[in-house]
């Protein structure tokens, strides 16, 4: 069948979308997310189908492609070009598959991942994967596969040197800036630490928030390389990079629900550790009952998982389990825990001690895992004698900042102070109510805004005292957030 | 957050959708598939999100709206429009539940089926309430419950008869228009018998569409209630009318990796019986290995289930299990299938033998549900006596159809005849491939293509003699259907 081109001049975010009059897809008895091949001068494109009875959108005769399909075919408007029917992809059999509760093999989860990438699954499509994982859990041996996969089917960081060490932390606390300390620190040390992070999703800052506050994290991998050949170090935003690409893909799909399949989450952080070549690897899992990890039983299960799965990938790892009761560090949001972090490197009595002692703990379990003693002491030792800050200076010249004193970093300029209404000490903060009102205030796309903690659990009150300050660099959201600080139980004083 | 309207001219088939630039999105702290308020003129809507990082397709400032969203609140292009945040639909947490094995409850089930049917959730997340459904198996309450939400948030026809007669039978053995031989029996013999159909989703023809030869088969529910009252039988097209439309839409997301929950398959069918209030509703489940049902042990399980449900309804259920082997009937593919049935109305001896069988047993089946006896008897009475065909006749007029001699409906030109290698008796049936060519002969789009059986399991065959013909409109696809035919084993004689 000979169809014209309408440039429907919308895009689907990935996948290659055709749409198509219903009288015409009837005609070749397709179906909505059926695939179909467009052929234009030699070049074969498989897209999924949409059907459209509105011949305002699509008449009969025409077909209508999404910019995916413009860009990969260089088509133009009314060019003819030749329909026929494609076959599914193969990987929509091994979904079914495993929803029916089947294990998949190394082929079918190399071919998953394959179409993931290629952007040959409907997001309808990977939902049923993801949701196939969710209810019948991966097997070890699956997990590790689609770790494999998932970093064969996109770039790789080869650093061609030993150890590379690499850590990561689990989310859901707010603060908890802990590269931003560790990475300099162990770089100092002389020992490569290649680290990709992440930006916020649902949290006031992801590390790569916070590290974008003193230099750029947007880098080809190319340049992220010379930048680790030349610091030993660097924080780097992993989502500039094509390193396992799928797992960016189905995170995209789980977020509706707001889902995490235990082997996603597992695949998906090994991946990206495996890309860059990391051969020492420290998982720090965080636990409270608000935290993506809920419990000591959870956090316990997830640990065995990377044991065995860091065993199979020939590769050092090591699981702590550590208190998510509370935010790590004052600052929340990336100009205020950038501020933090600035401090702790520059021994300036203001920095959070919390903070300071978790990323010690974080680097001296890295210390001892690549046979180095007394690492606590040699953090601390490198930490006092100012090596960690000027790392932490070259690395972010390196990455195309500029030196900044810690007090000149900009906070947002609207502030408020919320105090104690009585005599007593912190029992209780609650995570979900600091991270609201720090992203309602404006963070992260407002990089000054956030809270800033002036107490932490235990800590003893008095009425009146300040217990927080919600920074806002924008009146309007500002004002909100105020509102429902006001209006939420966010600090449990007894 | 005000914007100006862009209508980007492409339609959704059912959400609210709208797109926002990347910049915009993040002020809000918004991502796909999260749910955004537009209000113009004081009309609200809650719509479906989309991100486009491309200014080409939605400048920052603007917002890009579907057709449903441009029909919904009468936009025009630069439409100034006031933007906020919404809640997700509440059915999205009840989903997740589902997801993690709990049972969902009458408030849940109601709310889910309210969100589908008023288009509040994406294709996503419809998918993963189909995949909760389908591997964490719903219970028989919880399907009760499914049932009778799809009926209440849809239209209901209500006769105030008693009793009202229905047939359904599970789909997926060619030919097996019971249906079009039935309804006229039992409307002649008195009884109400509203029957609604589907169209071919995967079959080379649906009983609305065989139908279609003969008769109008779309008609409002108004219209459908005259003809009833008239005639006391039709056999109109479920999809015109708003029969429990929820299920429409969940069917549709099921097609993609052509699963088919068993609680929705049942709830489905009860409440499409429902909503047209039959009392008396016979149920027929073939097996056969590529059928939908595959063997005895699910037909008993389904079995038990549906008569379950009937109890709960309050309605009277019987369910037979019978032999899906082979087609039911000699024509395949609608203008073929509806000369069998008017051939064996009419007492032609070209009828084919098997089809009356079946028909037969499942009225004498109907007939001892409402207290009749001698049913078999009687519905051979009114077969021979002509009354099921002049009540057919009527039941076409009535439907704006013409009364049509069975040789003279119009049968595709291009035709093709399959005949036996060898001498022997017919041992095997491929369904599939009888079904694969019909369909690529062009059943059921181009009516008169398909396949005629000349021959049946068991039935003695010699070398030469023909097997099959395979008709089709159109000689580029009955090209096609031939070669097909030529290199599948779609008979075995032995």
Not at 197 to 224: C, Q, Y
Not at 291 to 312: C, D, H, M, T, W
Not at 319 to 326: A, L, N, R, S, Y
Not at 372 to 382: F, P, V
């Given at each position: 069948?000979?169809?014209?081109?309408?440039?429907?001049?919308?895009?689907?975010?990935?996948?290659?979308?055709?749409?198509?009059?219903?009288?015409?897809?009837?005609?070749?008895?397709?179906?909505?997310?059926?695939?179909?091949?467009?052929?234009?001068?030699?070049?074969?494109?498989?897209?999924?189908?949409?059907?459209?009875?509105?011949?305002?959108?699509?008449?009969?005769?025409?077909?209508?492609?999404?910019?995916?399909?413009?860009?990969?075919?260089?088509?133009?408007?009314?060019?003819?070009?030749?329909?026929?029917?494609?076959?599914?992809?193969?990987?929509?059999?091994?979904?079914?598959?495993?929803?029916?509760?089947?294990?998949?093999?190394?082929?079918?989860?190399?071919?998953?991942?394959?179409?993931?990438?290629?952007?040959?699954?409907?997001?309808?499509?990977?939902?049923?994967?993801?949701?196939?994982?969710?209810?019948?859990?991966?097997?070890t041996?699956?997990?590790?596969?689609?770790?494999?996969?998932?970093?064969?089917?996109?770039?790789?960081?080869?650093?061609?040197?030993?150890?590379?060490?690499?850590?990561?932390?689990?989310?859901?606390?707010?603060?908890?800036?802990?590269?931003?300390?560790?990475?300099?620190?162990?770089?100092?040390?002389?020992?490569?630490?290649?680290?990709?992070?992440?930006?916020?999703?649902?949290?006031?800052?992801?590390?790569?928030?916070?590290?974008?506050?003193?230099?750029?994290?947007?880098?080809?991998?190319?340049?992220?390389?010379?930048?680790?050949?030349?610091?030993?170090?660097?924080?780097?935003?992993?989502?500039?990079?094509?390193?396992?690409?799928?797992?960016?893909?189905?995170?995209?799909?789980?977020?509706?629900?707001?889902?995490?399949?235990?082997?996603?989450?597992l695949?998906?952080?090994?991946?990206?550790?495996?890309?860059?070549?990391?051969?020492?690897?420290?998982?720090?899992?965080?636990?409270?009952?608000?935290?993506?990890?809920?419990?000591?039983a959870e956090a316990l299960r997830l640990k065995s998982e990377f044991k065995k799965i860091g065993k199979?990938?020939?590769?050092?790892v090591?699981v702590?389990?550590?208190?998510?009761?509370?935010?790590?560090?004052?600052?929340?949001?990336?100009?205020?825990?950038?501020?933090?972090?600035?401090?702790?490197?520059?021994?300036?009595?203001?920095?959070?001690?919390?903070?300071?002692?978790?990323?010690?703990?974080?680097?001296?379990?890295?210390?001892?895992?690549?046979?180095?003693?007394?690492?606590?002491?040699?953090?601390?030792?490198?930490?006092?004698?100012?090596?960690?800050?000027?790392?932490?200076?070259?690395?972010?010249?390196?990455?195309?900042?500029?030196?900044?004193?810690?007090?000149?970093?900009?906070?947002?300029?609207?502030?408020?102070?919320?105090?104690?209404?009585?005599?007593?000490?912190?029992?209780?903060?609650?995570?979900?109510?600091?991270?609201?009102?720090?992203?309602?205030?404006?963070?992260?796309?407002?990089?000054?805004?956030?809270?800033?903690?002036?107490?932490?659990?235990?800590?003893?009150?008095?009425?009146?005292?300040?217990?927080?300050?919600?920074?806002?660099?924008?009146?309007?959201?500002?004002?909100?957030?105020?509102?429902?600080?006001?209006?939420?139980?966010?600090?449990?004083?007894?």
């Amino acid at each position: 069948m000979k169809l014209r081109v309408k440039d429907i001049d919308t895009s689907s975010g990935g996948p290659l979308i055709a749409v198509m009059n219903q009288k015409d897809a009837d005609l070749l008895d397709l179906h909505v997310m059926d695939r179909l091949k467009i052929k234009k001068r030699g070049k074969i494109d498989t897209v999924v189908l949409d059907v459209t009875q509105n011949s305002k959108i699509v008449p009969k005769g025409k077909i209508g492609v999404f910019e995916e399909v413009v860009n990969s075919l260089k088509l133009r408007n009314d060019d003819s070009v030749q329909i026929s029917v494609a076959r599914k992809p193969l990987s929509i059999d091994f979904i079914k598959n495993k929803l029916n509760g089947q294990r998949l093999s190394k082929k079918e989860i190399y071919q998953i991942v394959w179409d993931i990438v290629h952007n040959k699954l409907s997001s309808v499509e990977l939902a049923y994967f993801v949701a196939a994982c969710y209810t019948n859990v991966m097997s070890t041996e699956e997990t590790i596969l689609l770790t494999k996969a998932m970093v064969k089917h996109g770039d790789v960081l080869n650093l061609h040197k030993y150890p590379v060490i690499d850590k990561h932390s689990i989310g859901g606390i707010p603060g908890n800036r802990t590269s931003l300390v560790i990475i300099p620190i162990i770089a100092a040390a002389g020992y490569y630490i290649p680290k990709t992070s992440s930006r916020s999703i649902t949290s006031p800052a992801g590390t790569a928030d916070t590290m974008e506050v003193l230099a750029n994290v947007t880098f080809p991998i190319k340049k992220m390389k010379e930048i680790v050949l030349k610091t030993k170090g660097c924080i780097v935003w992993g989502g500039s990079l094509n390193l396992a690409p799928a797992d960016d893909k189905i995170i995209a799909v789980e977020r509706p629900l707001e889902i995490d399949a235990e082997s996603q989450l597992l695949a998906s952080i090994m991946a990206k550790k495996y890309a860059v070549s990391s051969t020492h690897i420290l998982i720090d899992i965080p636990i409270n009952k608000d935290a993506k990890v809920r419990n000591r039983a959870e956090a316990l299960r997830l640990k065995s998982e990377f044991k065995k799965i860091g065993k199979k990938l020939r590769k050092h790892v090591k699981v702590i389990i550590t208190d998510g009761k509370q935010p790590i560090g004052n600052g929340i949001g990336p100009a205020l825990e950038a501020r933090d972090v600035l401090w702790l490197l520059k021994r300036d009595p203001r920095a959070p001690i919390d903070l300071e002692k978790k990323c010690l703990m974080m680097c001296a379990k890295l210390f001892t895992m690549i046979g180095i003693k007394n690492g606590y002491s040699k953090a601390l030792e490198i930490l006092n004698s100012g090596k960690a800050y000027t790392k932490m200076a070259e690395i972010i010249k390196a990455q195309g900042g500029k030196e900044i004193a810690p007090d000149k970093i900009k906070i947002g300029k609207f502030s408020f102070d919320v105090l104690s209404k009585k005599n007593g000490a912190v029992k209780w903060i609650d995570n979900i109510y600091i991270s609201k009102i720090a992203r309602i205030a404006g963070a992260p796309h407002d990089k000054g805004s956030g809270i800033y903690l002036h107490k932490h659990l235990g800590d003893k009150v008095r009425k009146g005292e300040k217990l927080f300050t919600i920074y806002s660099e924008s009146r309007h959201e500002f004002e909100y957030a105020k509102d429902v600080a006001k209006n939420s139980k966010v600090f449990i004083i007894k």
